[in-house]
């Protein structure tokens, strides 16, 4: 324990809890150089925890500071509730940057109600308002804001204070250098002191891209502490935080999932999946929570019906994405049917989503630390299992304790705005132990301490140093550069990074800066720092990698067919035969197996639900089977059939979409107008069926279809009409060698008259349109020009094609054609295994 020449305690003050943790280690290097198990190391305080202890030693008297989530939520509220609100996006940021300015002014000893602003301005002068509103509500309360300590204490007689080390404490600024002069006018010794300076072996490397770069700098300090296993290695990776899960990736790859790695910068809770599970559990108590909410909710394995009813819970998710219902919020969802539904489809999970709403009862509005406790409870009623983790569990209790901490600051809140607190508190980067020896990622080159056998900084690019000027956005650049505030000036900036860079040359005996030769979609040059370095070679590199090589798992390539269809009977109705003609392996995952692709959350009618809406109108329109002669009155029979049509998809959600439900209705009506309007243009023909179910036959094998609409023509030949909503919708996959849509095709040859025309009835509001095969004359414009044969030879080929499908789908033919590889991607690539496929047929791997 450091002692001075008088006897008293000393204490080093760093400048945050990173650089105490580096501190703490260099300052017992030799025990642990030596194994120790334990050993006394000397008072290091962070300069925040300083100010603190001192504080409560010379003006305990006027209660503790307000930490610094209680100050952010103070200027939030007051950035919201001044008269420039209005005008803003949104108010956090703001509130962040008037923190940041207000700490700025009091660190440079500026008053912030001695500062005027001119004409021109106008940030200024609200920034200048908002000093005021936060003073005064500071004052009236009787508070002390952090920003004000140094100042502070510096009036007081600071007697019986320790000695000061100030160790790699950062930059200097006047409030704090008015402090430490204070101290030692009253008897107190402050001095500076920093690692003992090492001649480092510079050395850069340019390498392919970011992810090249990780994999260099691991190798390399996989080959340091081979040679010296109790030493530390630094690796300063400036977006870490964003790229923490590829590093864990890299590292499992190369072998050593169980090296010992230090981040310093720690997660955040927010991250944690039991923790977000929470958060989503919580938001359904509010009045806006999303469908999506209630979904991610559903699929959550943290809660204690989820495991008797997983597949339950899955399932209606699914089905619940098909449904209107999902465009509503949850809380006006579960009075339009989703509370019924959910007590038939998972009773367990809906009796702990009635207990959570229960226990929340009629409150709307109550202080936060009420809010802490309702919480609480309401995670307890509906089953919320804490995380098994200890550091996790107390992450989470600290930061409830948190959020109970803004009860002076806040006062009466609603819901929302407690749970916005709560999600602000969970974001912020968790605490973090580093390893006493081993990988400590780091962010930025000032995080790097004394005692590192080498580092390596990545993403050393000239645009990212030397740092760009990055003022406060709310002070006027000429205070900034009147008073030298950091980052203030092009000059500024540049000087305050070659001071880092130069501390940084001489913190490790082995040092190598690297850039990527491209990031994203552009070339890269290196900072102009390090261009006179000697610069890494492949050899050397590849000497890195040898010292820790990759660890390369052997790929199993197993034959496995799929077996053939038990039965004969063909799964997934029509549509199966056109997605064997297109890729036979999406065939089989999605008919044969049942996988499905979930629904997306989308605002408005989905193209899936407007197909459907338009099928059943037109169905209801003709449900009578009306002559063509018949159509013309039939206009005054839309809109009822578009209201039953409709009113079947909405359901009890009409009410709440009731401004949805009219653009539907109103463009629904256009598409039959329409429809009717082409429909007498055609020659004369009689409607013969809607919507007609039936089993067909292929073959040996039977499938289950539904045809759109057979028509009548005059000379008793048949039509064969299929309504289409899509944008593309045609007849061209008809007549390809490979028939890729066999929908029509089928029932055309499934027909029991003679098939005199094939068609596409393209549905729009503008005009119905058509498409396919048919005599001169039948329908309005052109058939097909790829349809140069009779229709009977048409059906003939057909029959061989359709018949071909069948047996391939029955037998398991899991092919991927390379033309048509999309169908195999997106979310059944895990299934299909399409990129390892297309590896293999273009030559990039030799098995797989």
């Known amino acids: 324990m450091p002692v001075t020449a008088s006897g008293e305690r000393s204490t080093f003050v760093v400048a945050n809890s990173l650089a105490a943790e580096q501190w703490e280690m260099h300052l017992a290097g030799a025990e642990i150089g030596a194994g120790a198990a334990a050993w006394a190391t000397p008072p290091v305080a962070t300069y925040a925890a300083w100010l603190d202890g001192l504080w409560g030693g010379h003006c305990g008297d006027r209660g503790e500071p307000l930490t610094v989530g209680q100050s952010a939520a103070l200027w939030r509220r ?21 923190a940041d300015a207000w700490a700025l002014l009091h660190r440079w000893q500026l008053d912030p109600a001695e500062q005027r602003a001119y004409s021109d301005q106008l940030d200024y002068r609200a920034f200048l308002s908002w000093c005021r509103g936060y003073r005064e509500r500071v004052a009236a309360h009787g508070w002390t804001d952090r920003a004000e300590l140094e100042a502070t204490l510096a009036a007081r007689t600071l007697a019986g204070a320790d000695d000061v080390i100030a160790a790699d404490l950062g930059e200097p600024f006047p409030a704090r250098t008015v402090l430490f002069a204070q101290l030692q006018a009253h008897g107190r010794t402050v001095s500076a002191t920093t690692a003992p300076a090492v001649e480092a072996t510079r050395r850069a490397a340019k390498l392919a891209d970011a992810a090249d770069e990780l994999r260099a700098a691991f190798a390399w300090a996989h080959r340091l502490l081979a040679e010296r296993p109790r030493a530390r290695i630094a690796i300063v990776v400036p977006d870490a935080a964003r790229r923490h899960d590829e590093i864990e990736r890299l590292l499992a790859a190369m072998g050593s999932p169980s090296l010992p ?11 944690e999946p039991v923790i977000g599970a929470a958060l989503d559990a919580l938001t359904l108590l509010a009045a806006h929570a999303p469908y999506a909410t209630f979904g991610r909710w559903l699929r959550s394995p943290f809660f204690a019906a989820a495991a008797p009813e997983r597949f339950a819970r899955a399932k209606l998710d699914r089905r619940l994405r098909m449904d209107l219902i999902t465009q509503l919020p949850f809380a006006t969802a579960y009075r339009c049917g989703l509370k019924e539904r959910l007590e038939n489809e998972a009773p367990l999970s809906a009796a702990a989503i009635a207990a959570a709403l229960a226990t929340l009862g009629d409150l709307r509005r109550a202080v936060p630390n009420r809010w802490a406790y309702v919480f609480t409870r309401v995670l307890a009623a509906i089953g919320w299992q804490p995380p098994a983790a200890r550091t996790a569990l107390l992450g989470w209790q600290s930061s409830l ?22 999600e602000r508190i969970l974001a912020r980067p968790g605490p973090t132990v580093l390893p006493l020896s081993g990988i400590h990622v780091l962010r930025r080159i000032d995080d790097v301490g004394p005692g590192y056998a080498g580092v390596w900084v990545a993403g050393f ?22 008073h030298a ?22 913190r490790a005996r082995e040092l190598v800066v690297s850039w990527p030769a491209r990031l994203y979609d552009y070339e890269t040059e290196p900072s102009p720092a390090i261009r006179d370095w000697p610069l890494l070679g492949p050899a050397d590199l590849d000497g890195f990698a040898e010292a820790r090589p990759p660890v390369r798992v052997a790929r199993e390539t197993v034959t496995d067919p799929a077996p053939p269809l038990v039965g004969a009977h063909l799964p997934g109705g029509t549509g199966a035969l056109g997605r064997q003609a297109r890729c036979p392996l999406r065939a089989f995952c999605q008919d044969r197996l049942g996988a499905r692709e979930i629904e997306s959350l989308r605002f408005g009618f989905s193209p899936r639900l407007r197909g459907i809406a338009t099928h059943r109108a037109a169905e209801l329109l003709l449900a009578d089977l009306p002559t063509q002669a018949a159509l013309a009155a039939r206009a005054a029979a839309i809109g009822a059939s578009v209201e039953h049509a409709l009113a079947r998809s909405f359901g009890r959600t009409r009410a709440v979409l009731a401004e949805l439900f009219a653009l539907e209705a109103e463009q629904l009506e256009r598409v039959l107008l329409a429809l009717l309007r082409q429909e007498t243009a055609r020659a004369p023909f009689r409607v013969l069926a809607v919507e007609q179910r039936s089993e067909l036959t292929l073959g040996r094998w039977t499938m289950s279809g539904r045809v759109d609409r057979i028509d009548e023509l005059a000379d008793g030949g048949l039509a064969i009409v299929d309504y289409k909503t899509g944008e593309g919708a045609t007849s061209s996959d008809w007549f390809a060698p490979r028939l890729r849509d066999a929908q029509v095709p089928l029932y055309a040859t499934q027909a029991t008259g003679r098939v005199d025309a094939a068609v596409v009835a393209r549905l729009a509001p503008s005009a119905t349109t058509y498409s396919g095969f048919w005599r001169s004359g039948v329908f309005p414009g052109r058939p097909n020009k790829l349809a140069r044969t009779e229709a009977e030879d048409q059906l003939a080929v057909w029959r061989a094609q359709l018949v071909e499908l069948a047996a391939e789908l029955a037998a398991g033919d899991t092919r991927i054609f390379l033309s048509n590889s999309g169908d195999a991607e997106k979310v059944y690539a895990p299934l299909t295994r399409i990129f390892e496929q297309l590896a293999l047929a273009r030559g990039a791997a030799a098995r797989w």
């Open 78 to 98: 007051v950035v919201a509730e001044s008269k420039e609100s209005g005008a803003l996006i949104g108010q956090a940021g703001a509130a962040e940057w008037a």
């Open 261 to 271: 790695i230090g981040w310093g910068e720690g997660r955040t809770l927010a991250a």
């Open 401 to 422: 304790d948190e959020l109970a901490r803004l009860t002076p600051i806040l006062g009466d809140v609603a819901l929302d705005v407690a749970l916005a607190e709560l």
């Open 461 to 482: 690019t000239d645009a990212a140093w030397p740092e760009a000027p990055h003022g406060n956005p709310l002070l006027p650049l000429s205070v900034q550069r009147e």
């Open 485 to 506: 505030m950091p980052f203030c000036s092009p000059r500024d900036a540049e000087e305050r990074s070659a001071r880092a860079f130069s501390r940084l040359l001489q």
